[in-house]
Nanobody, 123 residues
Framework: QVHLAESGGGLVQAGGSLSLSCRGS????????MGWFRQAPGKEREFVAA??????NTDYADSVKGRFTISSDRGMLYVQMNRLKSEDTAVYYC??????????????????WGRGTLVTVSS
């Protein structure tokens, strides 16, 4: 069984940067794709970024493209968030999925979720 644990959330001013980490443990096949999602108050959970098992394929939501960078290394998943905006405020979740195919930008593509970490961007 896969276990995911996020860290790195906090309060940052608009225009600033923040880095999130996610430690994953479990079967590699169950972490074939890793992703970041976020959920703002009153809104549905939305896709942020994903990376496949090889690290060669990445995918980003249009809203974060050019500002966020996803990476992975030895069971750790990261997202570097630059030029943050107030609309980036949300709880950020790490997710893992075992499916094949690319891209995988929907909630249904992932079977395991972390508990989330709060990112607050003040304007």
């Amino acid at each position: 069984q896969v276990h995911l644990a996020e860290s790195g959330g906090g309060l940052v001013q608009a225009g600033g940067s923040l880095s999130l980490s996610c430690r994953g443990s479990g079967k590699a096949d169950d972490m074939r794709t890793m992703g970041w999602f976020r959920q703002a108050p009153g809104k549905e959970r939305e896709f942020v970024a994903a990376i496949d098992w090889s690290g060669r394929n990445t995918d980003y939501a249009d809203s974060v493209k050019g500002r966020f960078t996803i990476s992975s290394d030895r069971g750790m998943l990261y997202v570097q968030m630059n030029r943050l905006k107030s609309e980036d405020t949300a709880v950020y979740y790490c997710a893992a999925g075992s499916g094949w195919g690319w891209p995988r930008p929907t909630v249904l593509d992932y079977s395991t979720w972390g508990r989330g970490t709060l990112v607050t961007v003040s304007s």
